[in-house]
């Protein structure tokens, strides 16, 4: 089988704050375009209602909106231990020097004015990503010692499982033990195929055992090339039980939002649930309202992250 090269970077997620329509639209246009996935939250409050559920590698914050301001957000989010990495631009009209100083007090990093110039936004994208994927990166095995959860290079070789990982691989898979220098061969063969698909962060895959399935979800690709996944198993029909639960969805509602978490295209999941594109589309549209979110994207991280957990 040919080997996988390493990816030299990764498809990072940004989430936008902004109140205006015609804003998200344009930067969602934009940043999709320079190939990022973009989440959107048209207010602070819904920003902070979203990050409970997925973190974003950076976040571009509008200064002025209603209910929540940018500056109290950015405060609210800052304050959280899990969040205080995370790189915040402001994008503001606001250029006075009492704004900016306003701004990076909050905990921004930098700011952008309005109306943005795209070339320098990506710059400073970009340049903030790497910066704050370099610090980040190098607490991530420890922060995940306690999961199953094990880091592999571009061609499906690992570099370190924790503890929780190896005691799992070695229980779904009798005949493989940790001291053996790779992965299990359905494991790895899986693993390569989504490797060798250009995935993003959220991306999963996975592997029948018996009655019981091995998933693995991308977290992500770190600055020195490690593809970082999360472990976990579960019985057939758990996890549409568990969107279900978890986010007030009918049992149909569950199955689309699975398969869609999945990757899967809206006429993919007619097909497989034997039902219309147009009412794939209807479903979509209930499971936005009832997990409170404004596109397909934030749908997915919310439900790949509950899946994870």
Same mark, same amino acid.
């Given at each position: ?7 030299? @970077? ?26 990022? @996935? ?34 109290? @957000? ?24 009492? /704004? ?43 922060? &995940? ?13 690992? /570099? ?57 979800? #991308? #977290? ?22 568990? #969107?279900?639960?978890? /986010?007030?969805? @009918? ?31 209807? /479903? ?6 009832? &997990? ?18």
């Amino acid at each position: 089988m040919p080997r996988a090269e390493p990816a030299d @970077t990764t498809r990072p997620v940004i989430l936008v704050v902004d109140d205006a329509p015609e804003a998200l639209r344009f930067l969602t246009s934009t940043l999709e375009g320079a190939g990022m @996935t973009v989440l959107i939250a048209i207010d602070g409050l819904a920003a902070i209602a979203l990050m409970k559920n997925v973190t974003p590698d950076l976040i571009l914050m509008d200064a002025v909106m209603p209910n929540l301001d940018g500056f109290e @957000t950015t405060q609210r989010i800052k304050a959280s231990p899990a969040h205080q990495h995370l790189p915040i631009i402001f994008m503001t009209g606001l250029t006075d020097s009492e /704004h900016v100083v306003r701004g990076l007090n909050a905990g921004a990093i930098d700011f952008v004015s309005k109306p943005i110039v795209i070339d320098e936004l990506l710059a400073r994208i970009r340049v903030h990503l790497a910066t704050s994927r370099v610090a980040h990166g190098s607490q991530l095995a420890l922060d &995940m010692s306690g999961r199953p959860a094990l880091a592999v290079d571009g061609a499906g070789e690992p /570099h370190w499982l924790t503890p929780a990982a190896s005691e799992m691989l070695e229980r779904l898979f009798p005949d493989w033990c940790a001291t053996s220098g790779g992965l299990p061969d359905p494991f790895l063969a899986a693993l390569r195929r989504l490797q060798a698909s250009a995935p993003t962060p959220g991306a999963r895959l996975a592997v029948e055992v018996g009655e019981r399935t091995l998933e693995a979800g #991308l #977290l992500r690709c770190t600055a020195a090339g490690q593809w970082v996944f999360r472990l976990s198993e579960r019985h057939e029909g758990e996890e549409k039980q568990l #969107l279900a639960a978890q /986010h007030g969805l @009918t049992s149909r509602e569950a199955e689309v939002l699975l398969w869609i978490s999945r990757g899967k295209q809206n006429r993919e999941v007619s097909e497989i649930l034997q039902i219309s594109p147009r009412t794939v589309n209807k /479903h979509l549209e209930q499971i936005f309202e009832k &997990m409170g979110v404004e596109n397909r994207a934030s749908a997915t991280a919310i439900a790949v992250t509950t899946l994870a957990r």
